[in-house]
């Protein structure tokens, strides 16, 4: 069975934020421009922590004439989220559930798990240091990491040993918040004269306006800038010798439009149902 524009719906589940409202941002974006293609029916989003819950979803697609469900994680990562939360408030069996009045809703993999994620990692670095050459740059790509769910860090680590196998540049590292190695860090951990960090987040919120820029050694300690996006516009960072640029969330990247279809598709294409979630 395929995407079918008269009977398939899908959801974008996102994290959300209580305090920030750029954190669900990207996925409403990419849900209009996903609705602009009409391949579903229809497209909404939820969250875990702002409206539409997780729970509201259960009850956003009432037309008789939907028949599946493709439920796609807004996350970068396998994880906690996806493996317990997103299961549990959606309450789906598995990959695959069928409710009681027979609509089917099927689990897709994170947008995280995509390959096409490389090429944005890249092209963000491209974009935020586009006359500094490669081969004189070290690029970071940094995560959140958790001591609570190993499979958090594995894709920051998954793009990192990809990027560095096509040898364009000086390094490639992972870095994290929360986990070792620190991005906090990043002097010891790279040695080029150019530096490029990317965060592999879906949205640019408090720990990329914020967080990560005092991690960095870019952002004050205390308050939100006026303008929380300046922190992107002041590159480069001269900083122990070396110049350091940072580039804003992969996840807002427009083309991550374009990987949830996919990710939907690919359901079918790779039997996802057949899989256990964790």
């Known amino acids: 069975m395929s995407v079918s524009s008269e009977s398939s719906a899908l959801l ?22 996903i609705r602009a293609h009409d391949i579903f ?6 969250f875990w922590k702002e409206e539409p819950s997780l729970r509201d979803a259960l009850f ?17 990562s396998e994880g906690y989220f996806t493996q317990t939360v997103i299961p549990r408030e959606l309450e789906l069996d598995g990959r695959l559930t069928t409710r009681p009045d027979g609509q089917v809703w099927k689990y897709c993999e994170p947008v995280g798990n995509h390959p096409g994620v490389t090429e944005l990692l890249l092209r963000r670095a491209r974009e935020v240091a586009p006359q500094v050459p490669e081969a004189e740059t070290s690029l970071v790509i940094v995560a959140h990491g958790t001591p609570l769910n190993d499979k958090s860090a594995i894709a920051a680590k998954r793009e990192v040993e990809k990027i560095a196998a096509l040898g364009r540049y000086a390094s490639v590292q992972n870095a994290y918040m929360e986990e070792s190695p620190l991005i ?4 010891r951990l790279t040695n080029a004269p150019n530096v490029i960090v990317v965060p592999f987040f879906i949205s640019d919120g408090l720990h990329s ?36 640029y940072y580039a804003s969330a ?22 996802l149902d057949l899989r256990p979630i964790a």
Request: charged share 20%; proline share 8%; glycine share 6%.
């Open 184 to 187: 906090s860090d990043w002097p």
């Open 12 to 33: 974008i589940v996102g994290h959300g934020s209580t305090v920030n409202p750029d954190s669900s941002a990207p996925s409403l974006e990419q849900a209009a421009a």
């Open 209 to 244: 306006y914020e967080d990560i820029p005092v991690l960095l050694g870019i952002g004050a300690e205390s308050g939100a800038a006026s303008s929380p996006r300046a922190v992107f516009r002041r590159n480069p960072h001269r900083l122990h010798g070396r110049n350091l």
């Open 41 to 46: 029916r229809e497209v909404a989003c939820c």
């Open 60 to 76: 956003l697609f009432s037309d008789p004439e939907i028949r599946e469900v493709y439920v796609v994680p807004n996350f970068i």
């Open 250 to 271: 992969i996840g807002t990247e427009p083309k991550f439009a374009e990987i949830i279809i996919e990710q939907a598709r690919a359901f079918d294409e790779a039997a």
